[in-house]
């Protein structure tokens, strides 16, 4: 929203009490400035503090509020970046692309040689500013049901502003041989067929045909469900998001396959049945780690003798995913609470070690997702004064594109995935 926004901006303490500047600590704030500039060394971006600037140029940042910058950064190393972002302390500077900005740390983070930006003894005093996931995110029956409403039942017409009209949640697949060519110019027109393109490969590696008994976990607004339909299959679609599932239902009675699909607002570990196909897309990083054997464990139970599953799943390089999985993220803290990222090799282990399920890769649409993103980010941006019609106030405005623009830079530097598996018995 850089573009519709005022560059400084102050949310509204009464609203985001969060957000207000943390107390000032000249020993945090020393510190977080030493961290910038270690971190800023050979850092292909710049960062403008106090009218001194570190790093080695390109995408540009300037810090507006240095005092409440540092601060944020000294008190909470997982979230203060984000928090600065949405309490107005930085901006990109006028021409930076707010992905094209995050792009260079998220490549530091991915790669071998720098994935660790600070020093060992820097890295040593990392629990001095690292906090851990509160227990009440604990993905329980309960408070998965409050941790997926948190974010999918914000508003239905929210989502319908910047989402495309099958109401697609999830990595389209454009079947381009780069889909990170020609990102700046990534149009809205192109998400449908890309979205429908998706969910054809879904179904195509399951099998779904006429007569074919599907489940689908995690149905969000019930594209997936619909195009399955559309092929003959009978559908139940499971949600815990209960505004979700209600427009899920007018979707499908809309698209004419009411008498086909089911949708439940239902738990995962509560569904019976048996299915010839069970799909589940971009709902694992819901779960939880402790409820990853168990999420498995209901998919094969689910399985007719001779039916296969087909997850979609963001994934992290595994020793990432081990060495962030108990730190509290600015993205589990604003968007997605209760959530963790899964590597390939853990949900590998885990259906070796917890289920008779093999699972295979089938294709990798992490640069498909970063394009995704750029267009959703675009869109949302352009849809903002209809968005805040909706009562949404500038602080949600700069979170979420925060958050698509966070998103889009770990895609495109590969620190993160999107992977489609097959899951078979073995």
């Excluded at 899920?248 to 086909?260: L, T």
């Excluded at 168990?294 to 039916?307: H, K, Q, T, W």
């Excluded at 093999?358 to 990798?364: G, Y």
Aim: charged share 20%.
């Amino acid at each position: 929203m850089t573009d519709v926004m005022p560059a400084v901006h102050q949310p509204e303490a009464t609203t985001w009490p969060g957000l207000v500047a943390p107390r000032s600590n000249p020993v945090r704030r020393a510190g977080a400035l030493a961290a910038i500039r270690i971190i800023a060394k050979d850092l292909p971006a710049s960062i403008s503090i106090d009218n001194r600037r570190y790093g080695l140029g390109g995408p540009a940042m300037r810090v507006h509020r240095s005092g409440p910058f540092l601060d944020r950064l000294g008190q909470d190393a997982g979230s203060g970046f984000g928090e600065a972002f949405l309490a107005g302390d930085w901006d990109p500077e006028p021409g930076t692309d707010l992905a094209d900005l995050l792009v260079p740390f998220a490549e530091k983070f991915n790669n071998e040689q720098t994935r660790h930006l600070m020093p060992k003894w820097a890295q040593s005093l990392r629990w001095l500013v690292t906090k851990s996931q509160p227990g009440e995110q604990e993905n329980d029956r309960a408070g998965a049901r409050e941790n997926v409403s948190r974010h999918y039942d914000l508003s239905n017409a929210m989502f319908s502003e910047f989402l495309d009209p099958t109401l697609t949640y999830s990595a389209a697949y454009f079947g381009t041989a780069d889909p990170l060519a020609d990102l700046g110019s990534a149009s809205y027109d192109e998400l449908t067929p890309a979205q429908l393109n998706k969910l054809d490969a879904i179904l195509d590696a399951a099998g779904v045909r006429s007569g074919s008994r599907v489940l689908d976990i995690g149905c969000g607004w019930a594209s997936l469900a619909i195009r399955a339909a559309q092929r003959g299959a009978w559908v139940t679609a499971i949600t815990i998001a209960s505004q979700q599932a209600l427009l899920a239902q007018r979707r499908i009675a809309d698209a004419g396959v009411s008498d086909r699909v089911q949708v439940a607002l239902r738990d995962y570990r509560d569904q019976i049945g048996e299915f010839d196909a069970v799909l589940s897309v971009e709902m694992i990083e819901a779960v939880g780690e402790k409820y990853w054997p168990v999420y498995f464990d209901a998919i094969e139970r689910r399985l007719a003798p001779d039916g296969v599953a087909v997850v979609q799943a963001i994934v992290m390089p595994h020793e990432r995913m081990l060495a962030t999985r108990n730190t509290f993220t600015w993205v589990q803290k604003y968007i997605f609470p209760g959530g963790l990222i899964p590597s390939v090799k853990v949900i590998k282990d885990v259906t070796n070690q917890h289920t008779g399920l093999h699972a295979q890769v089938l294709r990798s649409l992490g640069p498909d997702y970063a394009r995704t993103l750029r267009i959703w980010r675009n869109r949302f941006v352009q849809q903002w004064p209809n968005i805040a019609a909706l009562g949404f106030d500038d602080t949600f405005g700069r979170m979420w594109e925060f958050y698509l623009a966070y998103s889009e830079a770990g895609f495109r530097s590969g620190y993160l995935d999107d992977v489609q598996l097959l899951l078979t018995r073995r």
